[in-house]
């Protein structure tokens, strides 16, 4: 299983953009921890290797940009949720992330 692929709705469970952009932000503000995150969605070990690499990549973007960070990552899986070239596989999803 794939934490990208159930965000993009390639993967059963479906996970809920929204809301997991939102949880996102409350981690981000201190309010959740990584393993309420974990709970919420009940993610598997090879989903939260994914997860890891969001936060990575959260966490190595410069403070001032975090936010947009954010809200880059909601939107491109709101983009990926219907399939829009460019934002329908796991490796462009990757590599868009990287090249935030």
């Known amino acids: 299983?794939?934490?990208?692929?159930?965000?993009?709705?390639?993967?059963?469970?479906?996970?809920?953009?929204?809301?997991?952009y939102a949880a996102l932000a409350e981690f981000a503000a201190g309010a959740v921890t990584r393993?309420?995150?974990?709970?919420?969605?009940?993610?598997?070990?090879?989903?939260e290797v994914e997860l890891d690499f969001l936060i990575a990549e959260y966490q190595a973007t410069d403070p001032t940009?975090?936010?947009e960070f954010l809200e880059f990552i909601h939107?491109?899986?709101?983009?990926?949720?219907?399939?829009?070239?460019?934002?329908?596989?796991?490796?462009?999803?990757s590599t868009r992330i990287s090249n935030f």
């Not at 393993?35 to 090879?46: G, I, M, P, T």
Request: net charge negative; charged share 25%; hydrophobic share 40%.
């Open 35 to 47: 393993q309420n995150v974990v709970d919420y969605f009940q993610l598997d070990s090879a989903d």
């Open 75 to 93: 939107r491109i899986f709101m983009l990926a949720e219907v399939k829009v070239p460019g934002y329908d596989s796991n490796a462009a999803l």
């Open 65 to 67: 940009r975090q936010q």
């Open 1 to 20: 299983m794939s934490l990208l692929d159930k965000l993009a709705g390639d993967q059963e469970p479906k996970l809920p953009v929204h809301q997991f």
